[in-house]
């Protein structure tokens, strides 16, 4: 039992010597950091230094700060060089996370951040790899509660106890983990590139407010866009709550019934609840196609959650629902929707006691510019394209997440 409770669940072929318990002052040393005068601009003005923040431990590695020193403000700092670990150790984060970075490049830190220097026996990639596989239990462990701000005790952590298996298998575990924080990076730019992008051509493919056409169009298309009551183009519908004290109407219920929590993407195909035949007899089924828009919800206080059912769905009393008719394209006007979030917020949004909402009877009657129906086609193709390569990294992201979180709970002891 004792020569199990020493070695991980899953190792790379080849090892198998039990994992040895040390201290964790006994394979590192340790380091801080402060804050050059603010009053002195010379501190700061041009400065090439790299200067450590709690603000700046975001990632897994650090190669960029916030805020760089000269070489007069890091006079009296340490600059610890590249592969050493940067801890946060006071913040408001730490109420939820314990940050920990591996730096890419040489930095000076301040007074909230802890410098931790792998020394010959222990590999900084593991330890790194360590610290985040304990995250949770570590601060539960170490951390403690301030007036103002949270902290941990990097005395305690000094001395902390650890189970690292031979430098060589180390140094294989932080490689691979390495590797793939490499994959996870490069889906996340992808990622982030490809919202950046449709962020972009929302702004320049629709007009924006007072003009008549957008800045970019598809070639072949000149004629001005039109004005239109979104009434003159669409239906609408609602719904409501079956009763929940009836369980008939939910017990192995199988039609989708879409609530304000179920609105998180642009595009729905399953409920958190589904309600039976029975539940669903009073309400309407609405077509795939069909827009869904959340009007009362505390989520209204930050954002206009629209999408397009892409399977048939019943909704409850906090939904509206759009149904675009043969001159309105759906996924045209629902990315005309997203497009104008904010200002549509703004304008038709109210506060209740209790919860937000918009006026919905008054959305019915904006006014909207319109291109052709084919030139709407041929944008809500392009936007459902962008959509589908952004769902589909992030997708892989969430699944190498996954992967992940799994192999950091079986390879650590």
């Not at 900084?124 to 007036?147: A, H, V």
């Not at 950046?196 to 866009?225: A, H, N, V």
Request: aromatic share 8%.
């Amino acid at each position: 039992m004792a020569e199990k409770q020493n070695t991980p669940e899953i190792r790379f072929e080849g090892f198998t010597d039990p994992w040895e318990q040390r201290k964790l002052s006994e394979v590192a040393t340790f380091g801080g950091g402060h804050t050059p005068s603010m009053a002195d601009s010379d501190n700061y003005e041009d400065g090439c230094v790299l200067w450590v923040t709690s603000q700046d431990v975001k990632s897994s590695y650090l190669d960029r700060t916030t805020t760089q020193i000269t070489e007069k403000g890091a006079k009296k700092l340490t600059l610890y060089p590249a592969g050493s670990l940067v801890m946060v150790t006071r913040s408001g984060i730490l109420r939820h996370t314990l940050p920990v970075a591996e730096l890419r490049k040489p930095s000076t830190v301040n007074q909230d951040i802890r410098v931790i220097l792998p020394q010959d026996t222990c590999c900084g990639g593991w330890l790194l790899q360590f610290f985040i596989s304990r995250n949770k239990e570590l601060l539960l462990e170490f951390g403690k509660t301030g007036t103002t701000v949270e902290s941990v005790d990097f005395g305690k952590i000094k001395d902390m106890l650890l189970r690292m298996p031979s430098s060589v298998e180390q140094q294989q575990i932080g490689r691979y983990f390495a590797q793939l924080d490499s994959l996870i990076t490069l889906h996340q730019r992808k990622h982030d590139k490809l919202c950046t992008l449709k962020k972009s051509m929302l702004d320049k493919m629709f007009p924006k407010p007072g003009e008549t056409e957008p800045e970019i169009r598809f070639e072949g298309f000149t004629d001005p866009w039109e004005q239109r009551k979104l009434s003159e183009v669409a239906t609408f519908g609602g719904g409501h709550t079956p009763s929940m004290a009836d369980s008939d109407n939910y017990e192995d219920g199988c039609v989708l019934w879409v609530t304000s929590q179920d609105v998180k993407s642009s595009y729905l195909d399953r409920t958190t609840t589904q309600i039976t035949e029975k539940g669903a007899k009073k309400l309407t089924l609405y077509p795939a196609g069909s827009l869904v828009m959340v009007t009362r919800s505390g989520i209204l206080r930050h954002t206009l959650p629209v999408a397009e059912l892409r399977k048939p769905s019943t909704v409850n009393q906090d939904i509206r629902v759009i149904l675009p008719q043969d001159t309105c394209c759906g996924g045209w006007l629902l990315q005309f929707f997203i497009s104008r979030n904010k200002e549509l917020l703004l304008e038709f949004g109210k506060t209740g006691t209790t919860v937000e909402s918009v006026d919905f009877g008054k959305i019915k009657d904006m006014l909207l510019r319109m291109p052709s129906s084919v030139e709407q086609q041929q944008i809500g193709r392009y936007f459902a394209q962008l959509d589908s390569l952004i769902t589909l990294h992030q997708r892989k992201l969430e699944l190498l997440r996954n992967i992940k979180k799994s192999l950091l709970d079986r390879m650590f002891v």
